[in-house]
């Protein structure tokens, strides 16, 4: 009985909020490799994802283990300051922390399959071991990236790159320029988000001394920041065809006006730029669901175009 309630206890700290994020990234490159010409393989995407997926679930393990003593007893919310479970169960630490390493060891498993199966270039299995080590180094010492200030660059490179990438060497077999220009304004959202998530636990990461930008800045710094960074990346999606819309399979322009709707809730951020935790949590969590919203309009886009072609 009690090693039942351990595991239901366990299963809180994968956040599966969060995982919906990395699944529609990760969509999103296999769709545009196979926009590109790439085929569409069901198995080749399941194993692709379960390296993806598996290394998402350890950071979100991990994260809860070395930042136990940060997080504060009801401080949690749906983005941030963990699941809660290691501070009320510290008995579940330890495994906690057996769970991430193990994660990481089947997601760099499943990496070495798929480059054996399908004799894909050794250089994926470094993204997967680059994103795996990222992950670990994020709250794990000695580097702890997010108490020195590198949180926000170690998160950009693995969810706006590193994720989508992955989908898109999966189907194409390969990392191109074609598949690259899009990684672009996917960084900028991957900073936003982590934004997001930093402007709920600003006084909490102060007191832990992380020195994040919202901690440093402020939730004002933050909102702005956001703001900007939204609509630099649809600024993007209506400027970039106009150099090489000729060899781009879509219209960006659609990409743009699906933007609209975070950019939307960012410049409401950036105006009323709260100060209080819980009306700025809100803002933040909408932005991150408009996010989210984006990723599956354009999902829809591009498997509508890859109908039809």
Known sequence: MYKYFSLIKLLKVTRPQFLIGGLVLFLLGALWAVLLGAVFSPLRFLLGYLVVLACQLSVH????????????PGGATLI??????????????????RIAVGLILFSLGMGAVLIQMYSYPFSMMGFVALGNLLGWCYSAPPL?????????LCYTFVGGFLVPSMGYMVMRGKLDLYGIFFIVPLMLYGLVSLLSVEIPDFEDDRLANKRNLVARG??????????????????????????????IPADLRVFGLFSL??????????????????????????????????????NSYLFYLILIN
Request: proline content about 6%.
């Open 61 to 72: 393990f991990s994260n809860d283990y070395f930042d136990v003593d940060s997080d504060r």
């Open 80 to 97: 941030s300051g963990g699941a809660g479970v290691l501070l009320e169960h510290p008995e579940l630490r330890e495994p906690a922390r």
């Open 144 to 152: 702890r990236l997010s108490y020195r200030g590198l949180g926000e």
């Open 218 to 247: 402020g939730r004002s710094f933050g909102f702005t920041m956001a703001g900007l960074l939204l609509l630099t990346a649809t600024v993007y999606f209506f400027v970039f065809p106009h150099f090489c819309q000729q060899h």
């Open 261 to 298: 709707l975070p950019l939307a809730v960012g410049i409401l951020g950036m105006v009323k730029r709260p100060h209080a935790r819980q009306p700025a949590t809100k803002i933040a969590i909408g932005i991150i669901a408009a996010l989210v919203v984006f990723g599956v309009f354009v």
